[in-house]
Nanobody, 124 residues
Framework: QVQLVESGGGLVQPGGSLRLSCAAS????????MNWYRQAPGKERELVAH????????NYADSVKGRFTISKDNAKNTVYLQMNSLKPEDTAVYYC?????????????????WGQGTQVTVSS
């Protein structure tokens, strides 16, 4: 019953802002690093932003650095992507991803979950 439910996508003009949300359930959210990916028409899937399980470190693609901010609220089981100064080239389907790697006596185990995607369109 793992679920990642995204919201906040839509149509916005260049220079505008949107905040994407991804509400998680069915797993221990505070143990998972979270990522936002996007896939634009005719392009490969791209990692946009990353945040550690504790929410204390982040990484961004060069194309969005300084404009996008990822955050994680472990009390609300929700990850956010604040998108400012949006450009037409930001138009894509945005996906949230939860990732956990465990290392134990029998080896390594990875848990990897995905949201359904939400459309962001930046256009005049």
């Amino acid at each position: 019953q793992v679920q990642l439910v995204e919201s906040g996508g839509g149509l916005v003009q260049p220079g505008g802002s949107l905040r994407l949300s991804c509400a998680a359930s069915g797993f221990t959210f505070s143990s998972y690093a979270m990522n936002w990916y996007r896939q634009a028409p005719g392009k490969e899937r791209e990692l946009v932003a990353h945040i550690t399980s504790a929410g204390d470190r982040t990484n961004y693609a060069d194309s969005v650095k300084g404009r996008f901010t990822i955050s994680k609220d472990n009390a609300k089981n929700t990850v956010y992507l604040q998108m400012n100064s949006l450009k037409p080239e930001d138009t894509a389907v945005y996906y949230c991803n939860a990732l956990l790697t465990l290392r134990g006596s029998y080896g390594e185990k990875t848990y990897d979950y995905w949201g359904q995607g939400t459309q962001v369109t930046v256009s005049s």
